[in-house]
Structures are given as C-alpha cells and as structure tokens.
C-alpha cells in the first residue's frame, strides 16, 4: 500500500487517522508541526500527505504552498485535511496546491475513497 505523511498538530487526530490509515495497510509516519513535516516529507517522499491547516507557526495552507512549488515535493498529492469547513477556505486550500480537501471529523470511507482517487 501506500507510504502517507500526516502533518497535523493534535496527536489525537494523528492517531485517529493513523489507526484508520494503517487499517487499510498504509505505512504512516507523521509531524506534528509544518516545518518539521516539510522538512521530513522533503526527506521521506512518501506517496500522499494529509495536511491539517490550523497549527502554531505556518500553517498548513503555507506549507502547502512551500511543498507544490518545491521541486523535491511538488508531485506528492496533499490532502487537507481541517476543520475550516467554508467553501471560501476549500478554494484557498486547492488554490495553494492541495489535490483534496476534507473537512473533520475524518469519515473513514471518504478517507479512504479520496485516497483511492489519489494513488
């Protein structure tokens, strides 16, 4: 299966996610804030990252951002994943490169169908 980075700053939705993830046979290493995971997911190259938005220091949408432009990361698909749920912060977040966008609480078949579709 599939090698997925979660970059997200709650453990709590780390572990939702990963226990979901890892259900369906995914390796999944995580962050738990956006520069540690551009600069893990710059080293890793994993398959697909999960990004949340909200976070202390940059936030999601920025290294978002920073991880489409970068040569090294540009071909890794992002998913963010938040709790801003407007249309207006879904535009933004494809806007700045993201392939998806889901809106928490995680609901493991649209996880996994998003996945699918990305893979």
Known sequence: MARIFIVDDSPTEIHVLTAMLEKSGHEV????????????????????????VVMPGMNGFQATRALTKAPETTKIPIIIVTTKDQETDKMWGLRQGAKDYITKPVDETVLNDKLNALL
Do not use: H
């Open 29 to 52: 290493e995580s962050a738990d804030n956006a520069e540690s995971g551009i600069e893990q997911i710059t080293a890793k190259q994993p398959d697909l990252i999960l990004m949340d």
